[in-house]
């Protein structure tokens, strides 16, 4: 079935280390999302791609990595420089109808740091 | 800049009155506006959207929604409410000038009581 996987669902950090969190669809879609969510705060961009090979910030890009270096592939790190990296991270993509085409969202993946 | 407001944190409403959740705009040329629903540490489904053409949207599990540009709106509604509605209700919106992601109200908490 087609669709977009992410993992860990859940993930345990230690302050000062790097995590990466993997995003894999098989849909086709040209661009890739990703997001933070808080409770109480919505949903916040943290970066998003619109092509292979490029990237682009989104509202809170501080402290994260990303690479696209495949079409199905949009893995996000969480560096030791994110100062309050708790949260649930959702992976999304979008490609058919362009701009109006709606978002297809993974599972998500829920880090802590203890 | 593009915007959404979702007015109430949370709304209750007893099972097979009607329902409605509210989300007021903002954006510098015409809107495309979507609403999606998310049910606890799962991602988000797309429930429908508003691209162009009639102002009354229907979706997916009986909602609809109507789109009033004089009142910059896109209220969420479903005829008659059942205790699985229960979950979390988004409400996104993207201006169709320039190639901007999707940015996402805080979300209303949606309760339906037996």
């Known amino acids: 079935d087609g669709g977009i996987t992410q993992s860990p669902k859940y993930l345990f950090r230690k302050e000062g280390q790097n995590v990466t969190l993997s995003c894999e669809q098989n849909?086709?879609?040209?661009?890739m999302y990703w997001y933070r969510q808080d409770p109480g705060q919505g949903l916040r961009l943290i970066y998003y791609?619109?092509?292979?090979?490029?990237?682009q910030k989104g509202d809170i890009a501080e402290g994260y990595s990303v690479s696209r270096e495949k079409k199905e592939s949009f893995p996000l790190t969480v560096t030791s420089a994110q100062k309050n990296p708790t949260a649930f991270y959702l992976c999304?993509?979008?490609?058919?109808?362009?701009?109006?085409?709606?978002?297809?969202f993974g599972e998500g993946s829920r880090l802590t740091v203890l | 800049a593009q915007s959404v407001a979702q007015p109430e944190d949370q709304v209750n409403v007893a099972e097979g009155n009607p329902l409605t959740v509210k989300c007021t705009y903002s954006?510098?040329?015409?809107?495309?506006l979507f609403w999606y629903v998310q049910y606890p540490n799962r991602g988000l489904q797309f429930l429908l959207k508003?691209?162009?053409?009639?102002?009354l949207v229907k979706g997916s599990y009986g909602f609809e929604a109507e789109f009033n540009k004089s009142q910059t709106s896109f209220h969420l509604k479903k005829p008659s409410a059942l205790v699985s509605d229960s979950a979390l209700y988004f409400c996104?919106?993207?201006?169709?000038?320039?190639?901007?992601?999707?940015?996402f109200g805080k979300g209303t908490r949606l309760s339906v009581i037996a």
């Open positions: 999304a993509s979008s490609g058919f109808g362009g701009y109006t085409g709606e978002l297809f």
């Open positions: 849909l086709n879609h040209d661009a």
């Open positions: 791609s619109q092509i292979v090979n490029d990237f």
């Open positions: 954006v510098s040329g015409n809107p495309y």
């Open positions: 508003y691209i162009t053409g009639d102002n």
């Open positions: 996104a919106v993207r201006d169709s000038r320039g190639n901007t992601p999707l940015v």
